[in-house]
T-cell receptor, first 111, second 112 residues
Framework: DQQVKQNSPSLSVQEGRISILNCDYT??????FLWYKKYPAEGPTFLIS?????DKNEDGRFTVFLNKSAKHLSLHIVPSQPGDSAVYFC??????????FGAGTRLTVKP | DGGITQSPKYLFRKEGQNVTLSCEQN?????MYWYRQDPGQGLRLIYY???????QKGDIAEGYSVSREKKESFPLTVTSAQKNPTAFYLC???????????FGPGTRLTVL
């Protein structure tokens, strides 16, 4: 069962513009959400997280927004840079439960 | 329904025992991966396989072994040589040359 979905397999953005990556989930018990970034031939690395008590978390150019009523979260990258080109995975977990991952979205930032 | 499955969901073993974690996919994906996740850490790549009968070590392969005798199966053995085996193990698969990966539900291994 796909409890975490990333419906866009790919996204292309111009350098300097905003990248918005979306993620939807079905399990209302999820209370912790993460974004991972993956470069080719490497394992995913942690990027940013948010707990369900917040609706926004910001870290430099990266901001994650959580809309609990819509069961939706998004990752905003502003401004986008060519080095941001990677696959981004959304993940979610409920307390004392294991993490579920989306299939990923490939972001390409064009110079 | 296509997907990737891991079994069991929870696994308990005594220290010193080898244990094998199952990963099966019916997505017809060529590539399969094993990751380990520890609290507060990201995913770390253990082994990956891009084709049947071939696999490569990832970042933390020591104490683990794998086989890829069939396209749909990529079992991971946690050997007694692995010093800290208690962790959450995730299997994933992908189409060859495509970076998006489908993850299984994971197996939580606890070594007592």
């Amino acid at each position: 069962d796909q409890q975490v979905k990333q419906n866009s397999p790919s996204l292309s953005v111009q350098e300097g513009r905003i990248s918005i990556l979306n993620c939807d989930y079905t399990n209302s018990m999820f209370d912790y959400f993460l974004w991972y970034k993956k470069y080719p031939a490497e394992g995913p690395t942690f990027l940013i997280s948010i707990s369900s008590i917040k609706d926004k978390n910001e870290d430099g150019r990266f901001t994650v927004f959580l809309n609990k009523s819509a069961k939706h979260l998004s990752l905003h990258i502003v401004p986008s840079q060519p080095g941001d080109s990677a696959v981004y995975f959304c993940a979610a977990s409920a307390i004392d439960n294991d993490m579920r991952f989306g299939a990923g979205t490939r972001l390409t930032v064009k110079p | 329904d296509g997907g990737i499955t891991q079994s069991p969901k929870y696994l308990f073993r005594k220290e010193g025992q080898n244990v094998t974690l199952s990963c099966e996919q019916n997505l017809n994906h060529d590539a399969m991966y094993w990751y380990r996740q520890d609290p507060g850490q990201g995913l770390r790549l253990i082994y990956y396989s891009q084709i049947v009968n071939d696999f490569q070590k990832g970042d933390i392969a020591e104490g683990y072994s794998v086989s890829r005798e069939k396209k749909e199966s990529f079992p991971l053995t946690v050997t007694s040589a692995q010093k800290n085996p208690t962790a959450f193990y995730l299997c994933a698969s992908s189409i060859q040359g495509v970076d998006t990966q489908y993850f299984g539900p994971g197996t939580r291994l606890t070594v007592l």
